[in-house]
């Protein structure tokens, strides 16, 4: 397997994977209610002669290779979208009120261009490639529910990998990071605190309960948990996100809402962080004479890169695109003085590197000097259709590549 040649094979592909793209730009749907692009995910892998089968609520897994008796690796493309109304400035932007703002679209689409490349090479893979379509990424529950129906199973997976398209790159698209072993993407958690008290009048207030005071004291004190009961090097970050209370300015309301998000990068620290923000919003509330309760939605645990495999992707990745476009995520640590990334996004791929030996892949789609200023989740977010075909051979080869070397 010629390096050259497989990125000449997968370039002659750009054309398709941009089509498929924007397609699934257009038709963006969220968590797993993916209903058009699961459809149309399952049209494109059965015209290429694959069998797909439904994992879960909303994933899919098709399966290259077989033929020849090896290991399993697993690729991964997410495919949901977010809740945001698209303001980018391209001819095919959505319209329904939700957008690819993390660029889940170029993801399915790259991965629908390896199983392409896959299937034209499936003679010469050294066991099997699954293939894993999956829903729900933004809400961190779909990596967990396909496991849960067998993701990891018939055949059992031994690796697999994941790439990330990222805007406001200052990279040729199409370059390649890989991240350093152990925690690349921290553990994420929502939450929300429901504050409970006794409405009243406002021009009144002795004669109810605020929940409204309790929980801007509550907002004040979860802050003193990093600043007070952290050590330096225990990173995290808690947000309260959203307060909803009350619908007039002169009524002291029954209760309060804060929902918020928690990231951190062990799992002592998110255990003890949690455990803390209990206490400390259940007995502020009951110095205010309310109640709060405190609850725990999804979330996803931290995403672990296993040693041996980042040494094996970058090896690979360069073997593919080159030394000026494959790179370590400490050389751009050095060559940034030493400083470290300080972006701090979660990824349910977690779920997977949890069980298996996994790695993340971070791609270059979108240079600042070329007009891709606004960052992932922003309405006016692009990305660079250029980074595709590249994207779809870096799946294709890392995982060809692998299976040659762990026969």
């Not at 110095?287 to 090896?315: H, Q, Y």
């Not at 006016?380 to 779809?392: P, R």
């Amino acid at each position: 397997m010629e390096p050259e040649k497989f990125l000449e094979e997968a370039s002659a592909l750009q054309e398709t994977i941009v089509k498929n793209r924007r397609f699934l730009h257009t038709h963006a749907e969220t968590g797993f209610d993916l209903k058009d692009t699961l459809e149309f995910v399952k049209k494109e892998l059965e015209s290429m002669g694959y069998s797909p089968v439904q994992c879960g609520k909303a994933g899919l897994v098709a399966l290259a290779g077989g033929k020849k008796e090896g290991k399993t690796f697993l690729i991964r493309g997410d495919m949901d979208a977010l809740p945001v109304k698209e303001e980018a400035e391209v001819d095919f932007a959505c319209t329904n009120g939700r957008m690819h703002a993390c660029g889940h679209d170029m993801h399915a689409a790259m991965l629908l261009g390896a199983a392409k490349l896959l299937k034209a090479h499936e003679d010469e893979i050294e066991g099997t490639v699954k293939l894993m379509f999956q829903p729900a990424e933004e809400i961190f529950e779909g990596s967990q529910d396909m496991i849960k129906s067998g993701l990891l199973k018939n055949p059992d997976v031994d690796g697999a990998l994941m790439i990330h398209v990222m805007a406001g790159m200052p990279f040729e698209p199409g370059t390649v990071i890989v991240s350093p072993a152990g925690v690349s993407a921290p553990a994420a958690d929502y939450f929300e605190i429901k504050v409970k008290g006794k409405g009243c009048h406002g021009s009144m207030p002795n004669m109810g309960a605020d929940p409204v005071n309790a929980a801007a004291h509550i907002i004040i004190a979860l802050q003193e948990i990093s600043a007070r009961e952290l050590a330096i090097n225990d990173r995290a970050v808690l947000t309260i996100g959203t307060v909803n209370a009350g619908t007039a300015a002169n009524v002291i309301p029954d209760s309060v809402t804060l929902g918020g998000s928690l990231r951190t990068f062990d799992e002592e620290t998110r255990g003890f962080i949690k455990e803390r923000m209990t206490e400390i919003a259940e007995n502020t509330a009951r110095t205010f004479r309310t109640e709060a309760a405190v609850e725990f939605g999804s979330g996803c645990p931290t995403l672990n890169n296993d040693k041996e495999l980042t040494v094996c992707a970058l090896k690979y990745v360069r073997e593919l695109l080159g030394e000026q476009k494959a790179f370590s995520a400490e050389q751009m640590s050095a060559a940034g003085g030493g400083k470290q990334s300080k972006t701090a996004g979660s990824e349910d791929f977690a779920y997977v590197s949890q069980e298996v030996p996994s790695v993340m892949l971070a791609l270059a789609a979108g240079q600042p000097d070329k007009g891709y200023i606004y960052p992932q989740h922003h309405p006016k977010v692009k990305f660079d259709e250029n980074a595709l075909a590249g994207g779809s051979a870096v799946y294709a080869y890392t995982a060809m590549r692998w299976l040659e070397e762990h026969k």
